[in-house]
């Protein structure tokens, strides 16, 4: 696609439940991250993948979190049991480079709200 | 954790002015972007400016690199009230190598008033 696809827009989740938000990157982008931004801060990486690989997920904040990309293009972050403190916008991006090297495309990004 | 850290906090313009924005950070660093965020948008990506560069320019927007001091500036000519958004720098740290990722400040609000 033209740009970063993230689904849904908006989630509503009651504390305890489970989400999964998706990221579609741009076609033939190998690496992918996903970043969590708390209202009026900046993001906050999460997590990286080189193709399927997840080679860095130091910045997930706790074993309820887990990201995969399968097949080295969609990406889906799973929360478990969520909770108020997870409430933030999920924002992923994805790059034709293996290193940052020329910037990152970002999705519209996932706000999630956990009530 | 955030390395950036950008200056002022907010910044409030007349269209038609010019506005500076300045970002510090704390290692070293492979290269320091710029990006835009409109209210309830995602970031987009401004420029890009590597270590080993001092001062880059595109359209509007003039960034400058001091990787002695470990700053940036982000100077945006003749403002207009479009450019009223959150701008972030973020640092791709050296230390990072091939598992690259961004460090982003907590960002700069900037009003452009018509």
């Known amino acids: 696609g033209a740009g970063v696809s993230q689904s849904p827009r908006y989630k509503v989740a009651k504390r305890g439940q489970d989400v999964a938000l998706r990221c579609d990157p741009i076609?033939?982008?190998?690496?992918l991250f996903w970043y969590q931004q708390a209202l009026g801060q900046g993001p906050e990486f999460l997590t990286y993948?080189?193709?399927?690989?997840?080679?860095?997920k130091s910045g997930l904040p706790s074993d309820r979190f887990f990201a995969e990309r399968p097949e080295g293009s969609v990406s889906t972050l799973k929360i478990q049991r969520t909770q108020q403190e997870d409430s933030a916008v999920y924002l992923c991006?994805?790059?034709?480079?293996?290193?940052?090297?020329?910037?990152?495309?970002f999705g519209s990004g996932t706000r999630l709200t956990v009530v | 954790s955030q390395q950036g850290e950008e200056d002022p906090q907010a910044l409030s313009i007349q269209e038609g002015e010019n506005a500076t924005m300045n970002c510090s950070y704390k290692?070293?660093?492979?290269?320091l972007q710029w990006y835009r965020q409109n209210s309830g948008r995602g970031l987009v990506h401004l420029i890009l400016i590597r270590s080993n560069e001092r001062e880059k320019h595109s359209g509007r927007l003039r960034v400058t690199l001091d990787t002695s001091k470990k700053s940036s500036s982000l100077l945006i000519t003749a403002s207009r009230a479009a450019d009223t958004a959150s701008y972030f720098c973020a640092t791709d740290d050296r230390a990072s190598g091939a598992n690259s990722k961004l460090t982003f400040g907590k960002g700069i609000t900037l009003s452009v008033r018509p």
């Open positions: 991006a994805s790059s034709l480079a293996l290193t940052g090297s020329f910037g990152y495309t």
């Open positions: 993948f080189q193709n399927e690989a997840q080679l860095d």
């Open positions: 290692t070293s660093i492979n290269n």
């Open positions: 076609s033939g982008h190998v690496s």
